[in-house]
């Protein structure tokens, strides 16, 4: 089966029927794909629930610095009572020697509530500083994760391009190779065409027709990749405007190098990230200060020798409170070197982190060269295949008249012809690579959300 590439809209895949069927109404244009995949990405959703994560430790971990309230209550079976010795003549005994009598009740239950309030608490502060860092960086890293979705789906995008104009390529190959295989055959029944002749005109048309079915797989399989980058279920239907590559407009002079690494996305997450694990480091090492909490707690106590008393609280149990209030003083003297420890490993993760963005920073300004590069390569290579293309086909043209007179070669009319599609395919290749690099060039400098606006 034929399809005809020659119009601006090429439907992928056909409708089929989901729970929800994600209906569309016009071709989608590569700011609507990016459009989609920014609000559909599973991607981008599972950093902004990362985001909402770090919203929940911020709360959590402000909490230790407000009032913690905890009430308690048992029931006590005193089976083996608490003794106490008294001297010789108390207690009724002799005074030969000290006496010991049982104390409390056989049963007892207590009811209390105490409240906390850290006074003097260093680790939990350095705590809460870290986890609204933490919110920083899970805000990078969502911006981040959106612009390598929307780098994703240009680089899709092209690809598909890049394919779809290969199979339109081909299929002009063929419409060529099939009437000049019906004027060949018309040429070899009256004798003026050797049979071999008209054989290389159809090993010609069945190649062009194998890589006109080899394109036509490529934009259906890097179709499916895209559906995926959207987030989008495989049995959508997905209609793109192909946009005509003729139309792509290259700079006629190079525009000026704008790389500013504070720019880049990349190392502003690293840098968020070696702050966030500074905070965290300083917390650690608060773990070594003393603690101050203020507290006040009040209990009630029943005590009876029956065991159904002591939850009624009737005579001849007998029922009474206590309450405290004070501060308590922790002071961590010696933890095995446990916190030394851990503050060494938070130390060799910030010398990593430090490390890696030094890495990244030459990455980056090695990518924005490399990109600079690629753009004026292709747009020499563009602006001089533009020329060659006309001239060609107007090689071409005029050796497949003189081959109809009777002028000219199949050998040369193979060849003009095959030199016509090069140069086509050359040209178009060179208009999507800058695209291409133009998309490095811009993840390079932290721009990339700008083609979604």
Same mark, same amino acid.
């Not at 986890?131 to 805000?139: P, T």
């Not at 090993?203 to 490529?218: G, M």
């Not at 139309?247 to 790389?259: E, G, K």
């Given at each position: 089966?034929?399809?005809?590439?020659?119009?601006?809209?090429?439907? @992928? &895949?056909?409708?089929?029927?989901?729970?929800?069927?994600?209906?569309?109404?016009?071709?989608?244009?590569?700011?609507?794909?990016?459009?989609?995949?920014?609000? !559909?990405?599973?991607?981008? !959703?599972?950093?902004?629930?990362?985001?909402?994560?770090?919203?929940?430790?911020?709360?959590?971990?402000?909490?230790?610095?407000?009032?913690? @309230?905890?009430?308690?209550?048992?029931?006590?079976?005193?089976?083996?009572?608490?003794? =106490?010795?008294?001297?010789?003549?108390?207690?009724?005994?002799?005074?030969?020697?000290?006496?010991?009598?049982?104390?409390? &009740?056989?049963?007892?239950?207590?009811?209390?509530?105490?409240?906390?309030?850290?006074?003097?608490?260093?680790?939990?502060?350095?705590?809460?500083?870290?986890?609204?860092?933490?919110?920083?960086?899970?805000?990078?890293?969502? +911006?981040?994760?959106?612009?390598?979705?929307?780098?994703? @789906?240009?680089?899709?995008?092209?690809?598909? =391009?890049?394919?779809?104009?290969?199979?339109?390529?081909?299929?002009? &190959?063929?419409?060529?190779? +099939?009437?000049?295989?019906?004027?060949?055959?018309?040429?070899?029944?009256?004798?003026?065409?050797?049979?071999?002749?008209?054989?290389?005109?159809?090993?010609?048309?069945?190649?062009?027709?194998?890589?006109? &079915? !080899?394109?036509?797989?490529?934009?259906?399989?890097?179709?499916?990749?895209?559906?995926?980058?959207?987030?989008?279920?495989?049995?959508?239907?997905?209609?793109?405007?192909?946009?005509?590559?003729?139309?792509?407009?290259?700079?006629?002079?190079?525009?000026?190098? =704008?790389?500013?690494?504070?720019?880049?996305?990349?190392?502003?997450?690293?840098?968020?990230?070696?702050?966030?694990?500074?905070?965290?480091?300083?917390? =650690?090492?608060?773990?070594?200060?003393?603690?101050?909490?203020?507290?006040?707690?009040?209990?009630?106590?029943?005590?009876?020798?029956?065991?159904?008393?002591?939850?009624?609280?009737?005579?001849?149990? @007998?029922?009474?409170?206590?309450?405290?209030?004070?501060?308590?003083?922790?002071?961590?003297?010696?933890?095995?070197?446990?916190?030394?420890?851990?503050?060494? !490993?938070?130390?060799?993760?910030?010398?990593?982190?430090?490390?890696?963005?030094?890495?990244?920073?030459?990455?980056?300004?090695?990518?924005?060269?490399?990109?600079?590069?690629?753009?004026?390569?292709?747009?020499?290579?563009?602006?001089? +295949?533009?020329?060659?293309?006309?001239?060609?086909?107007?090689?071409?043209?005029?050796?497949?008249?003189?081959?109809?007179?009777?002028?000219?070669?199949?050998?040369?009319?193979?060849?003009?012809?095959?030199?016509?599609?090069?140069?086509?395919?050359?040209?178009?290749?060179?208009?999507?690579?800058?695209?291409?690099?133009?998309?490095?060039?811009?993840?390079?400098?932290?721009?990339?959300?700008?083609?979604?606006?």
């Amino acid at each position: 089966m034929k399809l005809n590439f020659k119009n601006s809209i090429l439907v @992928i &895949t056909t409708l089929l029927l989901t729970n929800n069927v994600w209906a569309q109404t016009k071709s989608l244009t590569l700011k609507d794909l990016l459009k989609i995949g920014l609000d !559909q990405s599973y991607d981008i !959703q599972v950093s902004k629930l990362e985001e909402a994560l770090v919203e929940k430790q911020i709360t959590e971990t402000r909490g230790l610095t407000l009032p913690q @309230i905890n009430g308690n209550g048992s029931v006590n079976n005193n089976y083996k009572r608490q003794v =106490l010795v008294l001297p010789a003549g108390l207690g009724g005994g002799t005074s030969e020697g000290p006496n010991k009598i049982e104390a409390g &009740t056989a049963y007892s239950s207590v009811v209390g509530v105490e409240a906390t309030q850290a006074l003097i608490d260093v680790a939990a502060l350095e705590g809460l500083k870290a986890a609204k860092a933490g919110r920083d960086y899970a805000r990078v890293n969502t +911006q981040q994760t959106k612009e390598q979705v929307v780098s994703t @789906i240009a680089q899709q995008y092209y690809q598909i =391009l890049t394919s779809m104009e290969e199979a339109k390529l081909q299929q002009h &190959t063929i419409e060529i190779m +099939q009437q000049l295989v019906q004027a060949s055959e018309g040429k070899y029944e009256n004798g003026l065409l050797r049979k071999v002749d008209v054989d290389r005109i159809k090993v010609n048309l069945i190649n062009a027709q194998s890589r006109l &079915t !080899q394109a036509q797989n490529d934009v259906a399989l890097k179709t499916n990749q895209l559906k995926v980058t959207l987030g989008l279920p495989y049995a959508t239907q997905l209609v793109l405007d192909t946009l005509d590559v003729s139309n792509i407009v290259i700079p006629a002079i190079a525009q000026p190098n =704008l790389y500013s690494p504070e720019a880049s996305t990349e190392l502003k997450l690293l840098d968020t990230q070696i702050k966030l694990n500074m905070l965290e480091r300083n917390t =650690l090492r608060a773990a070594n200060y003393p603690k101050l909490n203020a507290y006040a707690n009040y209990n009630y106590n029943i005590v009876s020798d029956n065991l159904s008393d002591v939850f009624t609280g009737s005579n001849p149990a @007998i029922s009474y409170g206590m309450g405290s209030v004070g501060v308590r003083l922790q002071v961590p003297i010696f933890s095995g070197f446990a916190r030394n420890a851990k503050v060494a !490993q938070s130390n060799i993760k910030i010398s990593q982190l430090e490390t890696q963005r030094k890495a990244s920073a030459i990455n980056l300004e090695a990518s924005n060269e490399n990109a600079r590069i690629q753009m004026s390569n292709t747009r020499h290579v563009a602006q001089a +295949q533009k020329e060659n293309v006309k001239l060609s086909e107007s090689v071409y043209q005029a050796n497949r008249n003189n081959y109809n007179l009777g002028l000219s070669s199949l050998t040369d009319l193979l060849d003009s012809q095959t030199a016509y599609l090069e140069a086509q395919n050359i040209y178009t290749k060179s208009l999507l690579n800058y695209k291409i690099a133009e998309l490095e060039q811009m993840r390079a400098n932290g721009t990339l959300l700008n083609l979604a606006n």
